[in-house]
Nanobody, 127 residues
Framework: QVQLVESGGGLVQAGGSLRLSCAAS????????MAWFRQAPGKEREFVASINWTGGTTGYADSVKGRFTISRDNAKNTVTLQMNSLAPEDTAVYYCAVRRDPRSYSRDTRAELYDSWGQGTQVTVSS
């Protein structure tokens, strides 16, 4: 089982930027699609971005497209989410996740496809 630890969250003003990191341990994440999800208070967990095992294919929720960028470093076993032009509606706990099946990528954004999750990092954007 892989362990995921997110970091980089914090409080930022609207229009600002944050860079979230997800460090994996226990096994390599190189063969797996990785994703970021987020959950705001009182709302369901929602998909933010995903990246396939090579890093060559990415997908984004419409709400973050053009503002967020997902990337990975398989040598370091890490995944990063660069968040720019942050808005108050981006306030949430952000989680990284590992897709269950290796070398599998699709536009399906359901959380059920991912079976390893970090503990989350809080992002708060003030207006």
């Amino acid at each position: 089982q892989v362990q995921l630890v997110e970091s980089g969250g914090g409080l930022v003003q609207a229009g600002g930027s944050l860079r979230l990191s997800c460090a994996a341990s226990g096994r390599t994440i190189a063969p797996y699609t990785m994703a970021w999800f987020r959950q705001a208070p009182g709302k369901e967990r929602e998909f933010v971005a995903s990246i396939n095992w090579t890093g060559g294919t990415t997908g984004y929720a419409d709400s973050v497209k053009g503002r967020f960028t997902i990337s990975r470093d398989n040598a370091k076993n890490t995944v990063t989410l660069q968040m720019n032009s942050l808005a108050p509606e981006d306030t949430a706990v952000y989680y990284c996740a590992v897709r269950r099946d290796p070398r599998s990528y699709s536009r399906d954004t359901r959380a059920e496809l991912y079976d390893s999750w970090g503990q989350g990092t809080q992002v708060t954007v003030s207006s």
